[in-house]
């Protein structure tokens, strides 16, 4: 009996744990002097649209979002054009700004990390 109880207490203390977990705001952007990390930054901000490696998945790509991980795709657009596309958004599209959300800094990380992409992409080939 006891034995019992203890387990759907155990149980429920569990649930519990789980439920704070997911309810845990997610914590305020911590005044670190740290460097931002591009691959942190893009697994929160970018990766539901943009995929793990920079290829859209099939639904994205409905949506018209282009293969980032591509050559051609590196080659049509200099840093300061990524970085004003992260910033400003793109209008009329689902890629919206990220100006007001994360620093200067965040976005130049992003930036290293969206070329990346392509460098990880083309050494994939050889
Ligand atoms: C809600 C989905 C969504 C999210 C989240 C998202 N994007 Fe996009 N992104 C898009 C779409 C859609 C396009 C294609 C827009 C177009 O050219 O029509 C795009 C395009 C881009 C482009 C290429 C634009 C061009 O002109 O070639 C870059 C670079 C980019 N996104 C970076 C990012 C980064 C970095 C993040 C995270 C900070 C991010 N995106 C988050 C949907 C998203």
């Given at each position: 009996m006891t034995m019992?109880?203890?387990?759907?207490?155990?149980?429920?203390?569990?649930?519990?744990?789980v439920a704070a977990a997911l309810l845990a705001p997610v914590p305020a952007r911590?005044?670190?002097?740290?460097?931002?990390?591009?691959?942190?930054l893009w697994s929160t901000h970018c990766i539901l649209c943009h995929g793990e490696t920079?290829?859209?998945?099939?639904?994205?790509?409905?949506?018209?979002?282009a293969n980032l991980s591509l050559a051609k795709w590196q080659a049509s657009r200099t840093d300061d054009q990524i970085r004003k596309i992260i910033t400003e958004g793109k209008q009329?599209?689902?890629?919206?700004?990220?100006g007001d959300d994360l620093t200067k800094e965040e976005i130049d990380a992003l930036v290293t990390y969206v070329r990346g992409l392509g460098k990880a992409a083309a050494?994939?080939?050889k």
């Amino acid at each position: 009996m006891t034995m019992m109880m203890r387990t759907s207490f155990l149980r429920r203390a569990a649930g519990f744990v789980v439920a704070a977990a997911l309810l845990a705001p997610v914590p305020a952007r911590a005044a670190s002097t740290a460097k931002p990390d591009g691959k942190d930054l893009w697994s929160t901000h970018c990766i539901l649209c943009h995929g793990e490696t920079g290829a859209p998945g099939p639904q994205a790509a409905k949506l018209g979002v282009a293969n980032l991980s591509l050559a051609k795709w590196q080659a049509s657009r200099t840093d300061d054009q990524i970085r004003k596309i992260i910033t400003e958004g793109k209008q009329d599209t689902l890629m919206r700004p990220f100006g007001d959300d994360l620093t200067k800094e965040e976005i130049d990380a992003l930036v290293t990390y969206v070329r990346g992409l392509g460098k990880a992409a083309a050494s994939k080939k050889k």
